[in-house]
Protein backbone atom coordinates (compact mmCIF):
# COMPACT_ATOMS: atom_id res chain seq x y z
CA UNK A 1 0.00 0.00 0.00
CA UNK A 2 1.64 3.67 -1.24
CA UNK A 3 2.04 6.26 1.57
CA UNK A 4 1.07 8.52 -1.49
CA UNK A 5 -2.14 9.30 -3.54
CA UNK A 6 -2.20 6.27 -5.94
CA UNK A 7 -3.60 8.16 -8.66
CA UNK A 8 -2.42 5.81 -11.94
CA UNK A 9 -0.78 8.06 -14.53
CA UNK A 10 -2.52 9.32 -17.22
CA UNK A 11 -3.45 12.13 -19.49
CA UNK A 12 -1.42 15.13 -20.09
CA UNK A 13 1.44 16.25 -17.35
CA UNK A 14 4.12 18.74 -16.69
CA UNK A 15 8.37 18.32 -16.28
CA UNK A 16 9.03 19.62 -12.77
CA UNK A 17 11.90 21.55 -12.67
CA UNK A 18 14.17 22.92 -9.42
CA UNK A 19 14.53 25.68 -10.56
CA UNK A 20 10.88 26.70 -9.51
CA UNK A 21 12.59 25.80 -5.92
CA UNK A 22 15.19 27.96 -6.32
CA UNK A 23 12.75 30.93 -7.63
CA UNK A 24 11.43 30.34 -3.92
CA UNK A 25 14.30 30.70 -2.27
CA UNK A 26 15.04 33.85 -3.67
CA UNK A 27 11.74 35.26 -3.34
CA UNK A 28 10.44 34.79 -6.51
CA UNK A 29 8.97 31.58 -6.53
CA UNK A 30 5.69 32.09 -7.87
CA UNK A 31 5.99 28.70 -9.89
CA UNK A 32 6.56 26.41 -6.31
CA UNK A 33 3.74 28.66 -4.78
CA UNK A 34 2.22 27.49 -7.62
CA UNK A 35 2.51 24.02 -7.57
CA UNK A 36 2.87 23.27 -4.17
CA UNK A 37 -0.22 25.79 -2.36
CA UNK A 38 -2.56 26.36 -5.30
CA UNK A 39 -1.81 23.04 -7.03
CA UNK A 40 -2.99 23.20 -10.38
CA UNK A 41 -5.01 20.78 -11.93
CA UNK A 42 -1.56 18.72 -13.36
CA UNK A 43 -2.34 14.93 -14.34
CA UNK A 44 0.63 13.93 -12.67
CA UNK A 45 4.54 15.23 -12.86
CA UNK A 46 7.92 14.17 -14.05
CA UNK A 47 10.84 14.42 -12.39
CA UNK A 48 14.35 14.69 -12.92
CA UNK A 49 15.97 12.51 -10.65
CA UNK A 50 19.73 13.50 -11.43
CA UNK A 51 18.56 16.60 -9.40
CA UNK A 52 17.78 14.89 -5.78
CA UNK A 53 20.96 12.65 -5.61
CA UNK A 54 21.67 14.02 -2.27
CA UNK A 55 20.05 12.71 0.60
CA UNK A 56 18.60 14.81 2.74
CA UNK A 57 18.61 18.64 1.61
CA UNK A 58 16.04 20.76 0.30
CA UNK A 59 14.66 20.09 -3.16
CA UNK A 60 13.96 16.54 -1.42
CA UNK A 61 12.16 18.44 1.20
CA UNK A 62 10.09 20.66 -1.82
CA UNK A 63 9.53 17.31 -3.90
CA UNK A 64 8.00 15.64 -0.73
CA UNK A 65 5.47 18.80 -0.76
CA UNK A 66 4.57 18.18 -3.89
CA UNK A 67 4.03 14.34 -3.72
CA UNK A 68 1.73 14.31 -1.15
CA UNK A 69 -0.77 15.97 -4.05
CA UNK A 70 0.44 14.24 -6.92
CA UNK A 71 1.65 10.98 -8.89
CA UNK A 72 5.55 11.10 -10.27
CA UNK A 73 7.18 9.57 -12.33
CA UNK A 74 10.82 9.81 -13.04
CA UNK A 75 13.49 10.37 -15.42
CA UNK A 76 17.02 10.94 -15.98
CA UNK A 77 20.33 10.81 -17.92
CA UNK A 78 22.92 9.11 -15.41
CA UNK A 79 22.31 5.44 -16.22
CA UNK A 80 24.55 6.06 -19.06
CA UNK A 81 23.24 2.77 -20.95
CA UNK A 82 24.86 3.47 -23.87
CA UNK A 83 28.42 3.90 -22.24
CA UNK A 84 31.28 1.28 -22.26
CA UNK A 85 32.20 1.84 -19.05
CA UNK A 86 30.93 -0.65 -16.27
CA UNK A 87 27.76 0.33 -14.63
CA UNK A 88 27.75 3.31 -11.74
CA UNK A 89 26.31 1.06 -8.79
CA UNK A 90 26.79 4.20 -6.83
CA UNK A 91 24.38 5.99 -8.99
CA UNK A 92 21.75 3.02 -9.54
CA UNK A 93 22.36 2.80 -5.56
CA UNK A 94 21.11 6.38 -4.65
CA UNK A 95 18.25 6.29 -7.52
CA UNK A 96 16.77 2.98 -5.97
CA UNK A 97 16.70 4.67 -2.59
CA UNK A 98 15.58 8.13 -4.23
CA UNK A 99 12.62 5.33 -5.85
CA UNK A 100 11.71 3.55 -2.36
CA UNK A 101 11.55 7.54 -0.76
CA UNK A 102 8.85 8.24 -3.39
CA UNK A 103 7.47 5.83 -5.22
CA UNK A 104 7.20 7.21 -8.82
CA UNK A 105 5.12 5.43 -11.50
CA UNK A 106 8.20 4.63 -13.40
CA UNK A 107 11.54 4.95 -14.18
CA UNK A 108 12.90 6.39 -17.81
CA UNK A 109 16.90 7.42 -19.33
CA UNK A 110 17.42 7.73 -22.61
CA UNK A 111 18.91 5.73 -25.63
CA UNK A 112 22.50 7.53 -25.57
CA UNK A 113 25.52 7.10 -23.08
CA UNK A 114 26.56 10.47 -21.35
CA UNK A 115 30.06 9.27 -19.71
CA UNK A 116 33.35 7.58 -20.65
CA UNK A 117 36.04 6.75 -19.34
CA UNK A 118 34.71 8.03 -15.94
CA UNK A 119 33.88 12.08 -17.25
CA UNK A 120 30.39 12.91 -17.31
CA UNK A 121 29.19 14.67 -19.84
CA UNK A 122 26.02 15.50 -19.08
CA UNK A 123 24.62 15.41 -22.21
CA UNK A 124 22.56 12.97 -24.50
CA UNK A 125 25.13 11.56 -26.76
CA UNK A 126 24.27 9.40 -29.93
CA UNK A 127 25.96 6.28 -30.95
CA UNK A 128 26.21 3.91 -33.84
CA UNK A 129 23.51 1.51 -34.43
CA UNK A 130 25.54 -2.02 -34.39
CA UNK A 131 25.03 -5.43 -33.17
CA UNK A 132 27.40 -4.59 -30.70
CA UNK A 133 26.00 -1.69 -29.06
CA UNK A 134 22.48 -3.74 -29.44
CA UNK A 135 23.91 -6.71 -27.05
CA UNK A 136 25.77 -4.49 -25.10
CA UNK A 137 22.31 -1.69 -24.14
CA UNK A 138 20.68 -4.84 -23.62
CA UNK A 139 22.80 -6.23 -21.48
CA UNK A 140 23.41 -2.82 -19.46
CA UNK A 141 19.49 -2.58 -19.10
CA UNK A 142 18.31 -5.88 -18.08
CA UNK A 143 21.01 -5.37 -14.78
CA UNK A 144 19.53 -2.57 -14.27
CA UNK A 145 16.41 -4.07 -14.45
CA UNK A 146 17.67 -6.74 -11.98
CA UNK A 147 18.93 -3.95 -9.38
CA UNK A 148 15.97 -1.64 -9.36
CA UNK A 149 13.63 -5.11 -9.36
CA UNK A 150 11.91 -3.47 -11.83
CA UNK A 151 11.24 -2.73 -15.45
CA UNK A 152 12.40 0.93 -16.96
CA UNK A 153 11.14 3.05 -19.87
CA UNK A 154 14.10 4.20 -22.21
CA UNK A 155 13.46 7.51 -24.06
CA UNK A 156 14.72 8.47 -28.29
CA UNK A 157 16.97 11.74 -27.88
CA UNK A 158 17.59 14.28 -30.50
CA UNK A 159 20.19 13.78 -32.44
CA UNK A 160 22.50 15.50 -34.50
CA UNK A 161 24.55 13.12 -36.35
CA UNK A 162 24.56 10.26 -37.62
CA UNK A 163 27.47 7.65 -37.46
CA UNK A 164 28.63 6.46 -40.76
CA UNK A 165 28.92 2.74 -39.39
CA UNK A 166 25.65 2.14 -38.77
CA UNK A 167 24.21 -1.20 -38.95
CA UNK A 168 20.71 -0.49 -38.81
CA UNK A 169 18.29 2.44 -38.58
CA UNK A 170 16.99 3.61 -34.97
CA UNK A 171 13.90 2.50 -34.97
CA UNK A 172 15.09 -1.04 -35.74
CA UNK A 173 17.44 -0.55 -33.13
CA UNK A 174 14.95 0.41 -30.59
CA UNK A 175 12.72 -2.66 -31.56
CA UNK A 176 15.38 -5.08 -31.43
CA UNK A 177 16.17 -3.83 -27.75
CA UNK A 178 12.94 -3.59 -26.32
CA UNK A 179 12.70 -7.76 -27.34
CA UNK A 180 16.24 -8.17 -26.09
CA UNK A 181 16.01 -6.49 -23.20
CA UNK A 182 12.51 -6.60 -22.51
CA UNK A 183 12.12 -2.82 -21.73
CA UNK A 184 9.22 -0.16 -22.51
CA UNK A 185 9.42 3.04 -24.26
CA UNK A 186 8.93 6.61 -23.92
CA UNK A 187 8.81 7.95 -27.38
CA UNK A 188 9.71 11.43 -27.79
CA UNK A 189 7.74 13.00 -30.36
CA UNK A 190 9.34 16.32 -30.71
CA UNK A 191 12.84 14.53 -30.12
CA UNK A 192 12.00 12.29 -33.59
CA UNK A 193 10.89 15.04 -35.20
CA UNK A 194 14.33 16.90 -34.79
CA UNK A 195 16.04 13.94 -35.42
CA UNK A 196 14.54 13.18 -39.11
CA UNK A 197 14.74 16.44 -40.00
CA UNK A 198 18.80 16.54 -38.54
CA UNK A 199 19.29 13.49 -40.28
CA UNK A 200 17.17 13.32 -43.27
CA UNK A 201 14.88 10.21 -42.36
CA UNK A 202 11.13 10.05 -42.40
CA UNK A 203 9.41 10.62 -39.22
CA UNK A 204 6.42 8.56 -40.32
CA UNK A 205 8.20 5.86 -40.92
CA UNK A 206 9.74 6.04 -37.74
CA UNK A 207 6.40 6.06 -36.09
CA UNK A 208 5.10 3.29 -37.68
CA UNK A 209 8.02 0.74 -36.65
CA UNK A 210 6.97 1.90 -33.16
CA UNK A 211 5.95 -1.37 -30.74
CA UNK A 212 2.73 0.23 -29.69
CA UNK A 213 2.61 -2.38 -26.44
CA UNK A 214 5.51 -1.35 -25.08
CA UNK A 215 5.34 2.67 -25.24
CA UNK A 216 3.96 3.99 -21.60
CA UNK A 217 4.65 7.56 -22.26
CA UNK A 218 5.05 10.54 -24.85
CA UNK A 219 7.23 13.43 -24.46
CA UNK A 220 6.56 17.14 -26.25
CA UNK A 221 8.66 19.90 -26.11
CA UNK A 222 9.59 22.87 -28.54
CA UNK A 223 12.73 23.03 -30.38
CA UNK A 224 14.89 25.97 -31.63
CA UNK A 225 15.49 26.69 -35.39
CA UNK A 226 19.47 27.13 -35.89
CA UNK A 227 19.10 27.39 -39.30
CA UNK A 228 20.97 24.54 -40.86
CA UNK A 229 19.11 21.95 -37.89
CA UNK A 230 16.95 21.89 -34.93
CA UNK A 231 18.05 22.12 -32.12
CA UNK A 232 16.11 20.44 -28.78
CA UNK A 233 15.95 23.41 -26.45
CA UNK A 234 13.02 22.48 -24.44
CA UNK A 235 12.46 26.69 -24.30
CA UNK A 236 9.64 26.67 -26.52
CA UNK A 237 5.67 26.16 -26.91
CA UNK A 238 5.77 22.54 -29.05
CA UNK A 239 6.15 23.38 -32.52
CA UNK A 240 3.13 23.03 -35.27
CA UNK A 241 4.67 20.06 -37.24
CA UNK A 242 5.43 18.27 -33.81
CA UNK A 243 1.88 18.63 -33.12
CA UNK A 244 0.86 17.30 -36.29
CA UNK A 245 3.06 14.07 -35.88
CA UNK A 246 2.25 13.90 -32.21
CA UNK A 247 -1.30 13.18 -33.75
CA UNK A 248 -0.42 10.52 -35.76
CA UNK A 249 1.45 8.72 -32.98
CA UNK A 250 -1.79 8.71 -31.25
CA UNK A 251 -3.27 7.46 -33.89
CA UNK A 252 -0.76 4.62 -34.05
CA UNK A 253 -0.98 4.40 -29.94
CA UNK A 254 -3.69 4.61 -28.37
CA UNK A 255 -4.65 6.91 -25.57
CA UNK A 256 -1.19 7.80 -24.15
CA UNK A 257 0.61 9.49 -21.17
CA UNK A 258 1.75 12.77 -22.61
CA UNK A 259 4.26 14.83 -20.75
CA UNK A 260 5.10 18.93 -21.37
CA UNK A 261 8.68 19.58 -21.13
CA UNK A 262 10.41 22.62 -21.24
CA UNK A 263 13.69 23.52 -19.43
CA UNK A 264 15.16 26.76 -21.06
CA UNK A 265 13.40 30.28 -20.18
CA UNK A 266 10.60 28.47 -18.25
CA UNK A 267 7.98 31.00 -18.96
CA UNK A 268 4.81 31.21 -16.20
CA UNK A 269 3.14 28.20 -15.11
CA UNK A 270 -0.47 29.22 -16.98
CA UNK A 271 1.78 28.45 -20.45
CA UNK A 272 3.00 25.05 -19.04
CA UNK A 273 -1.18 24.42 -18.67
CA UNK A 274 -1.80 25.66 -21.89
CA UNK A 275 0.35 23.18 -23.52
CA UNK A 276 -0.79 20.42 -21.25
CA UNK A 277 -4.14 21.36 -22.06
CA UNK A 278 -3.64 21.14 -25.45
CA UNK A 279 -2.66 17.61 -25.14
CA UNK A 280 -5.28 16.80 -22.82
CA UNK A 281 -7.61 17.71 -25.65
CA UNK A 282 -5.97 15.44 -28.39
CA UNK A 283 -5.95 12.17 -25.68
CA UNK A 284 -9.48 13.23 -25.22
CA UNK A 285 -10.11 13.42 -28.86
CA UNK A 286 -8.84 9.84 -29.43
CA UNK A 287 -10.82 8.61 -25.94
CA UNK A 288 -14.12 9.98 -27.97
CA UNK A 289 -13.45 8.78 -31.11
CA UNK A 290 -12.84 4.95 -29.57
CA UNK B 1 39.15 -1.71 -27.69
CA UNK B 2 36.04 -2.38 -29.14
CA UNK B 3 35.04 0.40 -32.06
CA UNK B 4 32.39 1.55 -29.75
CA UNK B 5 34.45 2.35 -26.56
CA UNK B 6 37.08 3.80 -29.48
CA UNK B 7 34.00 6.02 -30.71
CA UNK B 8 33.33 7.08 -27.32
CA UNK B 9 36.55 8.04 -25.91
CA UNK B 10 37.29 10.06 -29.32
CA UNK B 11 34.04 12.02 -28.51
CA UNK B 12 34.82 12.63 -25.25
CA UNK B 13 38.59 14.20 -26.12
CA UNK B 14 36.75 16.41 -29.23
CA UNK B 15 34.61 18.31 -26.36
CA UNK B 16 37.22 19.35 -24.35
CA UNK B 17 40.36 19.25 -26.90
CA UNK B 18 42.18 22.35 -27.97
CA UNK B 19 42.37 24.14 -31.38
CA UNK B 20 44.69 21.12 -32.93
CA UNK B 21 41.04 19.78 -33.19
CA UNK B 22 43.16 16.10 -33.63
CA UNK B 23 40.21 13.77 -31.79
CA UNK B 24 37.38 15.75 -33.85
CA UNK B 25 39.35 14.59 -36.90
CA UNK B 26 39.70 11.02 -36.17
CA UNK B 27 36.30 11.15 -35.11
CA UNK B 28 35.22 12.89 -38.23
CA UNK B 29 35.33 9.41 -40.54
CA UNK B 30 32.44 8.12 -38.45
CA UNK B 31 30.03 10.95 -39.28
CA UNK B 32 28.09 11.40 -41.92
CA UNK B 33 28.25 14.82 -43.58
CA UNK B 34 25.04 16.57 -44.56
CA UNK B 35 24.68 19.34 -46.96
CA UNK B 36 26.35 22.43 -45.18
CA UNK B 37 27.19 21.14 -42.12
CA UNK B 38 31.04 18.86 -41.99
CA UNK B 39 31.31 16.48 -39.44
CA UNK B 40 33.38 18.69 -37.30
CA UNK B 41 30.42 20.80 -37.17
CA UNK B 42 28.64 18.22 -35.90
CA UNK B 43 30.80 17.14 -33.09
CA UNK B 44 30.66 21.05 -32.66
CA UNK B 45 27.10 21.01 -31.81
CA UNK B 46 27.32 18.80 -29.09
CA UNK B 47 30.72 20.45 -28.15
CA UNK B 48 29.05 23.76 -27.60
CA UNK B 49 25.68 22.03 -25.37
CA UNK B 50 28.10 20.25 -23.39
CA UNK B 51 30.74 23.25 -22.34
CA UNK B 52 27.24 25.53 -22.15
CA UNK B 53 25.32 22.61 -20.18
CA UNK B 54 28.56 22.37 -17.31
CA UNK B 55 29.01 26.64 -17.58
CA UNK B 56 25.61 27.12 -16.73
CA UNK B 57 25.52 24.68 -13.73
CA UNK B 58 28.05 26.91 -12.35
CA UNK B 59 26.27 30.10 -13.21
CA UNK B 60 23.36 28.50 -10.88
CA UNK B 61 25.72 27.86 -8.24
CA UNK B 62 27.44 30.76 -8.34
CA UNK B 63 24.68 33.53 -8.89
CA UNK B 64 26.80 36.47 -6.59
CA UNK B 65 29.90 35.67 -9.06
CA UNK B 66 28.12 36.47 -12.07
CA UNK B 67 26.63 39.47 -10.89
CA UNK B 68 29.82 41.25 -9.52
CA UNK B 69 31.56 40.20 -12.91
CA UNK B 70 28.42 40.45 -15.55
CA UNK B 71 27.15 37.61 -17.61
CA UNK B 72 29.84 38.10 -20.47
CA UNK B 73 32.80 38.00 -18.23
CA UNK B 74 31.43 35.03 -16.16
CA UNK B 75 30.59 32.70 -19.11
CA UNK B 76 34.15 33.11 -20.32
CA UNK B 77 35.68 32.74 -17.08
CA UNK B 78 33.12 29.22 -16.62
CA UNK B 79 33.72 28.30 -20.07
CA UNK B 80 37.56 28.58 -19.33
CA UNK B 81 36.95 26.22 -16.66
CA UNK B 82 34.99 24.05 -17.93
CA UNK B 83 37.01 23.28 -20.60
CA UNK B 84 39.91 22.16 -18.19
CA UNK B 85 37.54 20.23 -15.90
CA UNK B 86 35.76 17.64 -16.66
CA UNK B 87 32.97 16.46 -14.25
CA UNK B 88 33.56 13.52 -12.36
CA UNK B 89 29.73 12.50 -11.15
CA UNK B 90 26.46 11.67 -12.49
CA UNK B 91 25.32 14.26 -9.94
CA UNK B 92 25.91 18.07 -11.57
CA UNK B 93 25.55 19.11 -8.08
CA UNK B 94 28.78 17.71 -7.02
CA UNK B 95 30.79 20.19 -10.43
CA UNK B 96 32.11 22.76 -9.93
CA UNK B 97 33.72 22.78 -6.36
CA UNK B 98 36.91 24.15 -7.00
CA UNK B 99 35.47 27.03 -8.68
CA UNK B 100 37.03 29.48 -6.16
CA UNK B 101 40.56 28.13 -6.52
CA UNK B 102 40.59 28.50 -10.20
CA UNK B 103 39.52 31.70 -9.82
CA UNK B 104 42.31 32.88 -7.58
CA UNK B 105 44.45 31.92 -10.55
CA UNK B 106 41.86 33.40 -13.01
CA UNK B 107 44.32 36.70 -14.61
CA UNK B 108 41.26 38.34 -15.78
CA UNK B 109 39.39 38.61 -12.22
CA UNK B 110 42.85 39.56 -10.34
CA UNK B 111 41.39 42.82 -10.41
CA UNK B 112 38.64 41.24 -7.95
CA UNK B 113 40.38 39.90 -5.16
CA UNK B 114 37.76 38.71 -2.87
CA UNK B 115 35.85 36.96 -5.78
CA UNK B 116 37.53 33.67 -5.31
CA UNK B 117 36.11 33.89 -1.29
CA UNK B 118 33.10 34.91 -2.74
CA UNK B 119 33.12 31.81 -4.73
CA UNK B 120 33.86 29.35 -1.69
CA UNK B 121 30.78 30.69 0.24
CA UNK B 122 28.11 30.25 -2.59
CA UNK B 123 29.75 26.46 -3.02
CA UNK B 124 29.50 26.41 0.58
CA UNK B 125 25.85 27.88 0.39
CA UNK B 126 24.91 24.95 -2.51
CA UNK B 127 26.25 22.30 -0.21
CA UNK B 128 24.44 23.25 3.10
CA UNK B 129 21.28 23.81 0.95
CA UNK B 130 21.69 20.16 -0.62
CA UNK B 131 23.22 18.68 2.77
CA UNK B 132 21.15 16.30 4.85
CA UNK B 133 20.25 17.64 7.86
CA UNK B 134 20.49 16.05 11.79
CA UNK B 135 18.92 15.40 14.61
CA UNK B 136 20.02 17.36 17.07
CA UNK B 137 22.75 16.08 19.84
CA UNK B 138 20.62 14.80 23.07
CA UNK B 139 22.81 16.08 26.13
CA UNK B 140 21.55 13.72 28.30
CA UNK B 141 24.02 11.57 26.58
CA UNK B 142 26.74 13.70 26.37
CA UNK B 143 26.08 14.26 30.37
CA UNK B 144 26.56 10.33 30.50
CA UNK B 145 29.91 10.30 29.49
CA UNK B 146 32.25 9.15 32.26
CA UNK B 147 34.33 12.51 33.54
CA UNK B 148 37.63 10.36 32.86
CA UNK B 149 36.55 9.90 29.08
CA UNK B 150 35.51 13.44 28.73
CA UNK B 151 38.54 14.60 26.91
CA UNK B 152 38.54 11.56 24.37
CA UNK B 153 35.41 13.03 23.14
CA UNK B 154 35.00 13.74 19.07
CA UNK B 155 32.59 16.48 18.70
CA UNK B 156 30.76 16.61 14.75
CA UNK B 157 29.82 19.54 13.18
CA UNK B 158 26.84 19.10 11.73
CA UNK B 159 26.79 18.01 7.94
CA UNK B 160 24.34 20.87 6.94
CA UNK B 161 27.05 23.20 8.02
CA UNK B 162 30.25 24.60 6.83
CA UNK B 163 33.17 26.75 7.86
CA UNK B 164 34.87 29.92 5.84
CA UNK B 165 37.19 32.06 6.84
CA UNK B 166 38.52 35.07 4.78
CA UNK B 167 40.47 38.37 4.53
CA UNK B 168 37.68 40.39 2.87
CA UNK B 169 34.04 40.42 4.77
CA UNK B 170 32.31 38.34 1.69
CA UNK B 171 29.41 38.11 3.49
CA UNK B 172 28.20 41.28 3.16
CA UNK B 173 29.19 41.17 -0.47
CA UNK B 174 26.91 38.14 -0.89
CA UNK B 175 24.54 40.08 1.28
CA UNK B 176 24.29 43.04 -0.81
CA UNK B 177 24.07 41.37 -3.97
CA UNK B 178 20.61 39.14 -2.93
CA UNK B 179 18.20 39.94 -5.37
CA UNK B 180 15.51 40.80 -2.65
CA UNK B 181 18.60 42.97 -0.62
CA UNK B 182 17.20 46.80 -0.61
CA UNK B 183 19.79 48.04 2.50
CA UNK B 184 22.87 50.11 2.02
CA UNK B 185 24.70 48.49 -0.92
CA UNK B 186 28.26 49.85 0.20
CA UNK B 187 30.33 47.12 1.53
CA UNK B 188 34.07 48.63 2.81
CA UNK B 189 36.53 45.92 2.10
CA UNK B 190 38.47 47.45 4.57
CA UNK B 191 36.23 46.12 7.51
CA UNK B 192 38.71 43.74 7.54
CA UNK B 193 38.88 39.49 7.60
CA UNK B 194 35.86 37.38 8.69
CA UNK B 195 34.80 33.89 9.84
CA UNK B 196 31.99 32.27 8.85
CA UNK B 197 29.29 29.25 9.10
CA UNK B 198 27.35 28.78 6.38
CA UNK B 199 24.77 26.21 8.19
CA UNK B 200 20.92 25.12 7.71
CA UNK B 201 18.01 25.21 10.50
CA UNK B 202 15.47 23.17 9.29
CA UNK B 203 14.69 24.41 5.65
CA UNK B 204 16.31 28.39 6.84
CA UNK B 205 19.59 28.71 5.61
CA UNK B 206 21.94 31.18 7.99
CA UNK B 207 25.76 32.57 7.15
CA UNK B 208 26.62 33.69 10.99
CA UNK B 209 30.07 35.41 11.78
CA UNK B 210 31.98 34.05 14.58
CA UNK B 211 33.93 34.71 16.94
CA UNK B 212 37.52 34.15 17.37
CA UNK B 213 36.75 31.03 20.38
CA UNK B 214 33.60 29.48 18.08
CA UNK B 215 35.66 29.69 14.96
CA UNK B 216 38.48 27.53 16.60
CA UNK B 217 36.00 25.48 18.58
CA UNK B 218 34.30 24.32 15.38
CA UNK B 219 37.72 23.96 13.25
CA UNK B 220 39.39 22.15 15.89
CA UNK B 221 36.15 19.65 15.62
CA UNK B 222 35.94 19.89 12.30
CA UNK B 223 39.83 18.82 11.88
CA UNK B 224 38.87 15.77 14.03
CA UNK B 225 40.49 16.58 16.85
CA UNK B 226 39.02 14.93 20.22
CA UNK B 227 38.20 17.68 23.13
CA UNK B 228 40.92 17.68 24.75
CA UNK B 229 43.06 18.98 22.04
CA UNK B 230 40.40 21.36 21.08
CA UNK B 231 40.50 22.79 24.76
CA UNK B 232 44.45 23.27 24.14
CA UNK B 233 44.26 24.68 20.60
CA UNK B 234 41.70 27.17 21.95
CA UNK B 235 44.47 28.04 25.17
CA UNK B 236 46.81 28.74 22.74
CA UNK B 237 44.66 30.57 20.06
CA UNK B 238 42.19 32.24 21.80
CA UNK B 239 43.07 32.45 25.65
CA UNK B 240 40.35 34.53 26.62
CA UNK B 241 37.71 32.39 25.02
CA UNK B 242 35.81 30.21 27.68
CA UNK B 243 35.21 26.82 26.25
CA UNK B 244 32.43 26.29 29.34
CA UNK B 245 30.04 28.86 27.67
CA UNK B 246 31.15 28.28 23.90
CA UNK B 247 30.30 24.17 23.93
CA UNK B 248 26.91 24.59 25.14
CA UNK B 249 25.94 26.69 22.60
CA UNK B 250 27.36 25.07 20.05
CA UNK B 251 25.11 22.24 21.21
CA UNK B 252 22.22 24.59 21.72
CA UNK B 253 22.47 25.88 18.34
CA UNK B 254 22.87 22.37 16.53
CA UNK B 255 26.19 23.07 14.94
CA UNK B 256 27.43 20.23 16.77
CA UNK B 257 24.97 17.50 16.40
CA UNK B 258 26.88 14.48 17.25
CA UNK B 259 29.65 12.92 19.21
CA UNK B 260 31.84 9.90 19.04
CA UNK B 261 34.30 8.62 21.91
FE1 LIG C 1 12.13 14.04 -23.76
New binding site residues.
Given amino acids: MSRFTEAPIGGAGIGLRTKHYQDVLSGQGAQLQEVIENRPPVAWFEVLTDNYLGTGGLPRHHLHQVRENYPLTFHGVGMSLGSTDPLDYGYLTRLKALIEDFEPAWVSDHLAWVSVGGRYLHDLIPFPYTREALDLFAQRIIEVQEFLGRRILV?NPSTYLSFTNCEMSEWAFVKALVEQADCELLI?VN?IYVSAVNNGFDPLEYVRAIPAERVREI?L?GYEEMGQYLFDTHGYRVRPPVWELYRFVLDQLGPTPTLI?WDNDIPDFSVLLEEAAKAQAEIDRLEAAA | MSSLRHIQALFCESIFEDQSGSAVNELSRYITPRPGLSPQDHVKIYRRSVLAKLAEALSEIYPVCLKLVGEAFFSAMAHTFVRQTPSRSPDLGEYGHDFGDFIEGFEPAATLPYLPDVARLEWAWHRVYHAEAAEPLDPESLARVPADQQGRIRFHLAPSSRLLKSIYPVHRIWQVNQTEYDGDGRVDLDDGGIRLLVWRQGFDMHINPLDEGTWYVLKSCRDGNDFATVCENLEQRAPNADISAILPELVERGWISSFSL
Fill in positions: EDNHAE
